[in-house]
């Protein structure tokens, strides 16, 4: 044990780690985050997909204090994260495909939109009819929900409308001590938020978010393709179909985007973002950044939230980013997503 902090406002987990408040998921820590949930703390998780701010998903005053830390919406819904797809029982009606699907993608970034049961109390649903499950893929926090029995309700765990954190340490930099149990679970694997599939309206399927499980796998265990509308002009208002605030994932510098970075004029209060290594000559530059060595798409979806916010806090007066183009499929149509959505009009 480190006590590795002193302005720690509650009791520490008994091993500590190499920053404040970021623990190494010991079997010691997972008990000790496990019994803070129940107490009704907040503590982040790692998941495959980005790190998440989770509470005990049925316990209402818990689930609260999320909204307000982050400073999100009342009217925007938690996704609740499970240890089986058993449990979804009796937290919502399952239709069909729902055990297709989880047997195909579960555990996995695969987020299901169902008719939700009286257990699940209402700020998680923001008073909805629908609630959102999914198993996240991590294998820290598959044992924390084995731990704790309960389902956990976790949205990204950033400030609302900023870039979701993709390290322990971007957790920190976000919330430093008013977050203090952060459970270090490594870089995410995939690096951007969960596919939401929505299967509240029997034979009206809908994708309301793209993610790393493409529409091209759905398709697969429907036998139909499912459609997904691109949603685009950046706005404030709350989307009544919850999940789909337009303008969101921002970085706080400008972000514009473009087709081809690399023919604009260089201006070094500019940062250029290109998706792929551009040739040998672009290279070189300070102010030039790629999501991907070689176009790797996973690669480039890994790389998006973590290099945005590297940027962000290296002072330039502007980012300009390249986009994948409209009609992309598998996960390039996600980082497209982010990139719309991140986007400053
Ligand atoms: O990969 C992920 O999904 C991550 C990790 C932590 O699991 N979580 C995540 O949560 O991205 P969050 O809260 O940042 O995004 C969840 C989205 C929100 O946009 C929310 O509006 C939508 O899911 N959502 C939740 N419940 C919904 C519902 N009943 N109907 C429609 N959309 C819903
Ligand atoms: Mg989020």
Redesign the pocket.
């Known amino acids: 044990m480190t006590g590795n902090t002193q302005d720690f406002p509650g009791k520490a987990p008994p091993d500590g780690g190499a920053l404040p408040f970021i623990y190494p998921p010991t079997a010691a820590n997972i008990q000790f985050f496990s019994d803070a949930l129940l107490r009704r703390e907040l503590v982040a998780i790692p ?1 495959e ?4 701010l989770a509470a005990n998903a049925l316990d209402a005053s818990a689930a609260g204090s999320i909204f307000e830390i982050k400073g999100r919406p009342l009217v ?4 609740l ?1 499970l240890h089986r797809p058993e449990a979804a029982v009796q937290l919502a009606f399952l239709p069909e495909p729902f055990f297709r699907l989880a047997e195909a993608f579960w555990p996995g ?1 695969l ?1 299901l ?1 169902l008719r939700k049961k009286p257990l699940v109390p209402d700020i998680i ?1 923001a008073g ?1 009819e ?3 499950l ?1 198993i ?1 893929a991590h294998p820290v926090t598959q044992s924390l929900l084995e731990c704790v029995g309960c389902p956990l309700a ?3 765990a950033n400030p609302f409308g900023y870039g ?1 954190p993709t390290t322990a340490k971007h957790v920190a930099d976000s919330f430093g001590s008013r977050l203090p149990y952060i459970l270090d679970g490594g870089a995410c694997r995939i690096g951007l ?2 596919t ?1 599939l ?1 299967l509240s309206k029997p034979g009206q399927e809908s994708i ?2 793209p ?1 790393a499980v493409p529409a091209e796998a759905l398709a697969k265990v429907f036998g139909h393709p499912v459609p997904y509308h691109e949603k685009r002009a950046p706005c404030a208002r709350p989307a009544t ?5 337009s303008r969101h994932y921002s970085p706080r510098t400008t972000l514009q985007l473009v087709k081809e970075a690399g023919s604009l004029k260089t201006e070094s209060d500019t940062a250029r973002i290109f998706l792929k290594a551009p040739e040998t000559g672009q290279r070189n530059s300070p102010h030039h950044y790629w999501l991907s060595e070689r176009g790797d798409p996973l690669e480039m979806a890994q790389s998006l939230f973590s290099l945005l916010r590297r940027i962000d806090q290296a002072g330039y007066g502007r980012i300009v980013c390249e986009v994948p183009p409209a009609g992309e499929t598998g996960i390039l149509r996600a980082v497209r997503d982010r990139l719309l959505r991140a986007a400053s009009v």
């Open positions: 998941t997909t980005v790190y998440g925007d819904p938690l996704i994260h970034p987020t939109i649903t909805k629908t609630v959102a999914r996240p976790a949205p990204s979701s938020e969960s939401i929505d309301l978010r993610g179909a919850p999940g789909m605030f």
